[in-house]
T-cell receptor, first 111, second 115 residues
Framework: DAKTTQPPSMDCAEGRAANLPCNHS???????VYWYRQIHSQGPQYIIH???NNETNEMASLIITEDRKSSTLILPHATLRDTAVYYC????????????FGTGTRLQVFP | DTGVSQDPRHKITKRGQNVTFRCDPI?????LYWYRQTLGQGPEFLTY????????KSRLLSDRFSAERPKGSFSTLEIQRTEQGDSAMYLC?????????????FGQGTRLTVV
């Protein structure tokens, strides 16, 4: 599986958009980009995934560059409850492969 | 069914003792994963089951570790002769792999402290 690079930490003001970047320059054509987050003392929680097109759900939006070498997770109106570690993961098979986590980005949302 | 359930939530044990953790997946999920997470790191894959069959084991899963899923429902992870380095959060996840796959849902984990 391709590796990802994320900034170790980011801050965001409550109510503002949080834009979390991820580099995956060695991603192959059939690998998906997944995002999970882990709130303190809880298990990881699925957020969103995509292959080529931008995706949006009730939690977030995922913007994947045209060359697929990077992506951005957008939380449009961050709240204090969005404070968590966010993991960007690439995986070969949709939903069927094990997840290979890096160290993620620790997002701190402040009042 | 509200999600993946793990028991116990916390376990403190003395070095050299055996411990066993239990995971109850979401009821219709046929795939079950075990991960381990140490402080400041992301979860690391240990093993996974498709129904009752253990299909993959990480090199992290030493011979002191054994996992079972006897009837394709709940799973147990046993650590024999625990060492201080085994102190970690042990996470279980489940998913449905079929014509309509689901993403993996994680439990809240079992935190093991070896003293």
């Amino acid at each position: 599986d391709a590796k990802t690079t994320q900034p170790p930490s980011m801050d965001c003001a409550e109510g503002r958009a949080a834009n979390l970047p991820c580099n995956h320059s060695t991603i192959s054509g059939n690998e998906y980009v997944y995002w999970y987050r882990q709130i303190h003392s809880q298990g990881p929680q699925y957020i969103i995934h995509g292959l080529k097109n931008n995706e949006t759900n009730e939690m977030a939006s995922l913007i994947i560059t045209e060359d697929r070498k990077s992506s951005t997770l957008i939380l449009p109106h961050a709240t204090l409850r969005d404070t968590a570690v966010y993991y960007c993961i690439v995986r070969l098979r949709k939903n069927t492969d094990k997840l290979i986590f890096g160290t993620g980005t620790r997002l701190q949302v402040f009042p | 069914d509200t999600g993946v359930s793990q028991d116990p939530r916390h376990k403190i044990t003395k070095r050299g003792q055996n411990v066993t953790f239990r995971c109850d997946p979401i009821s219709e999920h046929n795939r079950l994963y075990w991960y381990r997470q140490t402080l400041g790191q992301g979860p690391e894959f240990l093993t996974y089951f498709q129904n009752e069959a253990q299909l993959e084991k990480s090199r992290l899963l030493s011979d002191r570790f054994s996992a079972e899923r006897p009837k394709g429902s709940f799973s147990t992870l046993e650590i024999q002769r625990t060492e201080q380095g085994d102190s970690a959060m042990y996470l279980c996840a489940s998913s449905l792999v079929s014509t309509a796959d689901t993403e993996a849902f994680f439990g809240q984990g079992t935190r093991l402290t070896v003293v």
